[in-house]
Structures are given as C-alpha cells and as structure tokens.
C-alpha cells in the first residue's frame, strides 16, 4: 500500500501516526517539511536531520525481538538481533554474520532493514514505541540540539557538564545500562543527573523516569553517551 504524500508534518500528527512505516517514509522523503516549533538552526528549518544507520539498523533489531515467534525459533530470533545489534555498533561486519545475514534487521543497507521490519512486523503498537524511544521527538528543540551536536556545550548533553562527576560515574553508569540492556536501572541514572546539578534538560529526565519498554539506542541514553 502506497505512502499517501504529506507535504507538511506537524507535531500532532508526528504522535498521532500509528505505524513507523509512515514515519520512515515521511523522513526520506525530500518534499516533507516538518513544521519544527522551535528551530534551532536555519539550515535545518523544515527538514528533518536524517537517522543513522545505527538508529535504523537498532529499530530493526527492536521489532526483529517483537515477531511472535514460536518458541522453537525464539532463541534464533534473540540471536539474529544480538548480532544486529553488533553490527549497528560496528563490532561486527556484515560479512561475518553467515546464515544470519538473511533476517530483516541484519539486511546489507542500514535503512531497508528499518523499512523491512516497520512494513512486515504485526505489532504495531510495540514497534512505534520502539520507534519513539530510538528516533525521539524531531519537534523538540532540546532533542534537537543534542541529535545533530549544533552546540557541543549545550546543557542537554550532560556528558560535557558532568563527564568528571564522582569520577565519570554517570558515564560508566550509563555504558553498562547500554551492554547490558538493564534499561529498569534508567530513572537511577536520572536521580545521578539531578545530583550532579542537572538542573536544565527536563525531556531527558523524564524520558529516563518514563514506564515502560526501552531499547539498544534509546535517545536519551545515547545522549549520555555521545552516540548517535
């Protein structure tokens, strides 16, 4: 089914849309003018800055562990994306993955895996969540800025202010949440901030404090952590 073309996006529908399909198609395509809020940069007014592969290839993996599998094939399933996600950060190559590299999160080109999941995955529900946590608000100014790094000293990327605090505790915090996908540990990682004078980047915090699932490549963490 074809992508109807919307020439502008707006906050509203950016939430309200209920399948990441829609969502990935409205960021590739070079005629959609996202109506941002609050610009942060005229070079960027209207156009949305573009995932990385690593973003895409971990939304993959996210909607890879979200298939309703039969218990014979879970395991494989878990193995595919553990792989995936090796690959997205670049301990692993594509070549390296043999008779792994013909699931959808591990496809050659970072962005047919993203498009291959968001159009063939049932769970739609548990993918835009997926999607949100991984991709985070375009219409946010503060999200904005620590994506595209416009201003390296910018209190919404905590690791400039506080890298030295109780000797990179936040730091060394957050890179094991992130191994170990101990994403129940976040609002801790939260309380750190706020100890460490966190006073500014309030979507950060809350994100960290928020219910519910997180994954490999949730914004908020990546921001801690300088990954994009």
């Not at 949305?48 to 395991?75: H, N, Q, Y």
């Not at 970072?110 to 375009?138: Q, T």
């Amino acid at each position: 089914m074809a992508v109807p073309y919307q020439p502008v996006i707006t906050r509203e529908q950016w939430r309200a849309t209920p399948d990441p399909t829609y969502l990935l198609a409205a960021m590739y395509d070079k005629r959609t003018l996202f109506d941002l809020s609050r610009p942060v940069d005229k070079r960027h007014i209207g156009r949305l800055a573009l995932p990385s592969d690593r973003k895409l290839r971990l939304f993959a993996c996210a909607g890879e562990r979200l298939i309703k599998a039969v218990r014979s094939t879970a395991l494989r399933l878990e193995a595919v994306a553990e792989l995936g996600e090796s690959l997205a950060d670049g301990l692993i190559t594509h070549d390296s993955l043999g008779e792994y590299a013909c699931y959808m999160c591990n496809a050659t080109c970072a962005k047919n895996a993203a498009e291959l999941v968001a159009r063939n995955v049932a769970h739609k529900s548990g993918l835009l969540v997926a999607f949100h946590d991984i991709m985070g608000d375009p219409f946010s100014a503060e999200q904005f800025v620590a994506r595209v790094g416009l201003q390296a000293n910018s209190d919404v990327r905590p690791l400039v202010s506080f890298v030295n605090w109780e000797n990179g505790l936040i730091v060394k915090t957050a890179q094991h949440i992130y191994e170990a996908k101990s994403f129940g540990e976040l609002p801790v990682l939260a309380d750190m901030l706020v100890d460490a004078g966190q006073s500014e980047g309030p979507e950060l915090l809350q994100h960290l404090r928020a219910p519910g699932d997180h994954y490999k490549g949730c914004w908020a963490l990546d921001c801690l952590l300088g990954k994009g």
